[in-house]
């Protein structure tokens, strides 16, 4: 079993509806999560980050970190054809160096 | 403008050969890291840095080398011990030793894709 499993998609959704996007997890000693979006050849972008339970909101962006059930997740409302690309879930323990396990990324494409 | 430069952004290998990629950056950043990007199964941990003249083996580094003469800068060998070397490449760096803010966290070059061909 992975640390941390993500729903590769792909996932089409008209533009204008609300997206979500989930990862869960094993490791309980997680306590800081983060997505990252990639545009096709491009490297990842840190787009949200939360530490520990609880929501976050970023304009049309809302993360949510659920410990109890080890759920992420990442809420985008009225999708534009710019969010089209592949959100990778990120998450690590608190202390020592930034090692980052990834989830495989879910490919989002929102059409006009 | 900070960042991290990767280059080549393509890289062609024949069977047998070494190949170098190189990672800089201006970010001021002590940690660095190279990532392995494969379809569907994310980003793996090749080698990470913390300090320079030290590097650690991530979960995949079988087949890869480094090295950490600046802090700028840490360069990822691909040798031919690496079976499988067709991947998009990553490299990332951060500051180390903090947990908090945004940005401390990784942030990523623009990948170099290696196809042996």
């Known amino acids: 079993q992975k640390e941390v499993e993500q729903d590769p998609g792909p996932l089409s959704v008209p533009e204008g509806a609300i997206v979500s996007l989930n990862c869960t997890y094993s490791?309980?000693?997680?306590?800081?999560f983060m997505w990252y979006r990639q545009y096709s050849r491009k490297g990842p972008e840190l787009l949200m980050y939360?530490?520990?339970?609880g929501n976050k909101e970023d304009g049309r962006f809302t993360a949510q970190v659920d410990k109890s059930s080890k759920y992420i997740s990442l809420f985008i409302r009225d999708s534009q054809p710019s969010d089209s690309a592949t959100y990778l879930c990120?998450?690590?323990?608190?202390?020592?160096?930034?090692?980052?396990?990834f989830g495989a990324g879910t490919r989002l494409a929102v059409h006009p | 403008d900070g960042g991290i430069t990767q280059s080549p952004k393509y890289l062609f290998r024949k069977e047998g050969q070494n190949v170098t990629l190189s990672c800089e950056q201006n970010?001021?950043?002590?940690?660095m890291y190279w990532y392995r990007q494969d379809p569907g199964q994310g980003l793996r941990l090749i080698y990470y840095?913390?300090?320079?003249?030290?590097?650690q083996k991530g979960d995949i580094a079988e087949g890869y080398s480094v090295s950490r003469e600046k802090k700028e800068s840490f360069p990822l060998t691909v040798t031919s011990a690496q079976k499988n070397p067709t991947a998009f490449y990553l490299c990332?760096?951060?500051?180390?030793?903090?947990?908090?803010?945004?940005?401390?966290?990784?942030?990523f070059g623009q990948g170099t894709r290696l196809t042996v061909v």
């Open positions: 990332a760096s951060s500051i180390v030793g903090r947990t908090g803010p945004m940005n401390t966290e990784a942030f």
């Open positions: 490791n309980s000693a997680f306590q800081y």
């Open positions: 939360t530490y520990s339970s």
């Open positions: 990120a998450m690590r323990v608190s202390g020592g160096y930034n090692k980052l396990i």
């Open positions: 970010l001021n950043h002590d940690a």
């Open positions: 840095s913390q300090i320079v003249n030290d590097f």
